[in-house]
């Protein structure tokens, strides 16, 4: 007698964990969203490496004109005397 099911899938009867069944999607949903988190991470830090070259060689071109406007100063005043 105890067996009281008549019949059907065993799903019908087998207990179900929603608890787990909802920490797991919610584990699956973190690990997602870390993913992607780290996606945009990594493209954020690959255009602040090219703003950073790009800032170093315009600090660069700056400096070399100054370098190239001083020879150019020094190469007249040495012809002029």
């Known amino acids: ?3 009281g099911r ?5 799903y019908l009867y087998a207990p179900f964990d929603a608890a ?3 920490i797991e999607a919610n584990e699956r949903v973190q ?3 870390w993913q992607a ?3 945009r991470l990594e493209a954020i830090e690959a255009a602040l490496d090219r703003l950073e070259r790009r800032l170093w060689l315009a600090v660069f071109g ?3 004109v100054i370098l190239a406007q001083g020879i150019q100063e ?3 005043l040495g012809g002029a005397g």
């Open 1 to 3: 007698m105890s067996e």
């Open 6 to 10: 008549a019949g059907g899938s065993r």
């Open 20 to 22: 787990s069944a909802r």
């Open 31 to 33: 690990d997602e969203r």
């Open 37 to 39: 988190l780290n996606y």
């Open 62 to 64: 700056v400096v070399s």
């Open 74 to 76: 020094l190469i007249q």
